[in-house]
């Protein structure tokens, strides 16, 4: 059994900071891409930013320049540094990743969600 466990999310204002963290535990092999999705109310999910395990990023529009997701393979966990917050980026920020187990089964397992809400 795999999982993913987010922590790091709160309330802050306009224009401060917060990070994220997801950290995968469980029988890994190993694990490709990892990324964050967030929902806010009345919203469908959506794609914040995505890291594959060499290290390539991929960004909303809506974000670039202002988050920064990175990874430490050694510890199976996934980071977002969140600047410049606006009150639109209030939502449940989740984490997710692509694991294979040891006997080859591909696992896409999804956090439990954090909340994040931004001030204005």
């Known amino acids: 059994q795999v999982q993913l466990v987010e922590s790091g999310g709160g309330l802050v204002q306009t224009g401060g900071s917060l990070r994220l963290s997801c950290a995968a535990s469980?029988?890994?092999?190993?694990?490709?891409?990892m990324g964050w999705y967030r929902q806010a109310p009345g919203d469908e999910r959506e794609l914040v930013a995505t890291?594959?395990?060499?290290?390539?990023?991929n960004y909303a529009d809506s974000v670039k320049g202002r988050f920064t997701i990175s990874r430490d393979n050694a510890k199976n966990t996934v980071y977002l540094q969140m600047n410049s917050l606006k009150p639109e980026d209030t939502a449940v920020y989740y984490c997710n990743a692509g694991m294979m187990t040891p006997n080859k089964v591909i696992v896409n397992s999804w956090g439990q969600g954090t909340q994040v809400t931004v001030s204005s």
């Open positions: 890291i594959t395990s060499g290290g390539r990023t």
């Open positions: 469980g029988t890994i092999f190993s694990i490709n891409a």
